[in-house]
């Protein structure tokens, strides 16, 4: 399975971006997908998930909506009312179960990730 991520750029505080993360190869219909996110300095953490269920960090609740598109070949991540905080590159992940797990090491296939910048 190859992940394309894309959607990333610069927004200011309070606005919206919408990523996208498209599969080749075979459809998410068994697999969880989550987005991770690498601020500069700071290690890959997890912010949202689907699978079975949804799934998301703290931080994000609220803001950030993840959902999948009816043929499951796509997996959006939605972040609305964007802070300063939350630049990083995002990266999409699956792994070969519908359990969304929060730890990067649980993911089979990775993203190439795409920046996301909010300027205050």
């Known amino acids: 399975v190859q992940l394309q991520a894309s959607g990333g750029g610069l927004v200011q505080a309070e606005g919206s971006l919408r990523l996208s993360c498209a599969a080749s190869?075979?459809?998410?219909?068994?697999?969880?997908v989550a987005w991770f996110r690498q601020a500069p300095g700071k290690e890959r953490e997890f912010v949202a998930g689907?699978?079975?269920?949804?799934r998301y960090a703290d931080s994000v609740k609220g803001r950030f909506t993840i959902s999948r598109d009816n043929a499951k070949t796509t997996v959006y991540l939605q972040m609305n009312s964007l802070k300063p905080e939350d630049t990083a590159v995002y990266y999409c992940?699956?792994?070969?179960?519908?359990?969304?797990?929060?730890?990067?090491?649980?993911?089979?296939?990775w993203g190439q990730g795409t920046l996301v910048t909010v300027s205050s």
């Open positions: 689907i699978g079975g269920y949804t």
């Open positions: 992940a699956a792994r070969r179960t519908i359990v969304v797990h929060i730890t990067t090491g649980d993911y089979d296939y």
């Open positions: 190869g075979q459809t998410f219909s068994s697999s969880a």
